[in-house]
């Protein structure tokens, strides 16, 4: 497969993108910077330039062409201000989902957010407003004709991962680690039967093959 991701920089992007290849799928990194671009040539991956804040459809199509699968997993978090999430978090996927149809790409897989997500902390407006954004980033994306997966991973850690998962269509909101997270992702676009469906993700205790292999009918 030849998978392109948006967001191929954060912590889980990278996750992905790492695990992709050595399972010998090619991925293109879609970042913003020429330094993010060689850093990645680094790595063994091929990236292109382009941006989803301020890019048109177009340019954001020609970056994507010749994919089979597209991941978008890029945020602004809420910590650049309402602007800047309202144009990734919010916007980003609905302008990427335009341009995989003029690219010819069917398959997109978002990354977006538990809605119980820190709740319990009462966050600010930033993070209100980046929540209001995702659901609505889900809701444009669910109107199209792509082969879309939503995956609403919960609380993110950076412990290395357990191989296992809790996964299904509704969840107890609690913590998830990346790494599984990203092995989640990958295990579902290795699925391709699994499409149009938002999934809930958290901590759990089964093995994150046979979760997704629970989902298929």
Known sequence: MNISIVGVTGGVGSRVAQRL???????????????QAQELARQGATAKIADVAVDPV??????????DIILFTAGAGGQDGHEATTAVDG?????????????????FYLVSVFPEAWREKRMDD?????????????????????????????????EPGA???????????????????AETLITLMENPGITRVILEATGGFTPIDEAVAALIT
């Not at 990427?96 to 149809?101: D, E, F, I, N, Q």
């Open 126 to 158: 930033d993070f209100e407003h980046y929540m209001v954004e995702k659901k609505k980033a889900e809701s444009q994306l669910v109107l199209t004709d792509l082969d879309w997966v939503i995956l609403r991973p919960s609380a993110l850690t950076d």
């Open 91 to 107: 916007n980003g996927p609905s302008k990427v989902a335009a341009a995989a149809k003029v690219a010819g790409v069917s398959r």
């Open 21 to 35: 290849r050595a399972r010998g799928h090619s991925v293109t990194g879609i970042v913003r910077r020429p330094d």
């Open 163 to 181: 191989g296992t998962v809790d996964l299904g269509l509704a969840k107890i909101h609690r913590e998830i680690r990346r790494d599984d997270v």
């Open 58 to 67: 177009e340019t954001m199509a020609e970056s994507i062409k010749g994919s």
